[in-house]
Nanobody
Framework: QVQLVESGGGLVQAGGSLRLSCTAS????????MGWFRQAPAKEREFVAV????????SYADSVKGRFTISRDNAKNTLYLQMNSLKPDDTAVYYC????????????????????WGQGTQVTVSS
C-alpha cells in the first residue's frame, strides 16, 4: 500500500486561494489513480476531483469545476489541488486517496474505489 500525507490547508477569506499537496511513499506513485475528497461537519464525505494513472485524465465535482485544478508530479510522488475563488461552502477536511483499480473515468469515483487515504487537512473559508 501507499502512505499518503496531506498538507497546505489553512484559513483563507472567501475569494482567496490555497494549494493542497499530498505526498506519497511506499509503492510506485505513478501506478495509482489519485483523488481528492472532502467532508464538512455533519455532512457525508464527497468526491472533489480525480486524476488517472494512465493519461492523467481529470474529472471534477460540479461544485468545484472551473475553480479547482488537480494535478500530479510523479517525479516528486506528489498530488496537488489548486483551489481558487474559495467559498465558505468549501470549508471541510480534505483527504487525498489512492486507487489501483480506477483506470478510466466512466463514472464518478466513489470512496470505496480508493484503498489508501491520508489523514486529512483542514480548509476553512471565512465569509
Amino acid at each position: 500500500q501507499v502512505q499518503l500525507v496531506e498538507s497546505g490547508g489553512g484559513l483563507v477569506q472567501a475569494g482567496g486561494s490555497l494549494r493542497l499537496s499530498c505526498t506519497a511513499s511506499g509503492r510506485t506513485f505513478s501506478s495509482y489513480t489519485m483523488g481528492w475528497f472532502r467532508q464538512a461537519p455533519a455532512k457525508e464525505r464527497e468526491f472533489v476531483a480525480v486524476i488517472t494513472r494512465i493519461g492523467g485524465r481529470t474529472s471534477y465535482a460540479d461544485s468545484v469545476k472551473g475553480r479547482f485544478t488537480i494535478s500530479r508530479d510523479n517525479a516528486k510522488n506528489t498530488l496537488y489541488l489548486q483551489m481558487n475563488s474559495l467559498k465558505p461552502d468549501d470549508t471541510a477536511v480534505y483527504y487525498c486517496a489512492a486507487s489501483r483499480t480506477i483506470a478510466s473515468l466512466t463514472r464518478t469515483p466513489l470512496g470505496g474505489d480508493f484503498g489508501s487515504w491520508g489523514q486529512g487537512t483542514q480548509v476553512t473559508v471565512s465569509s
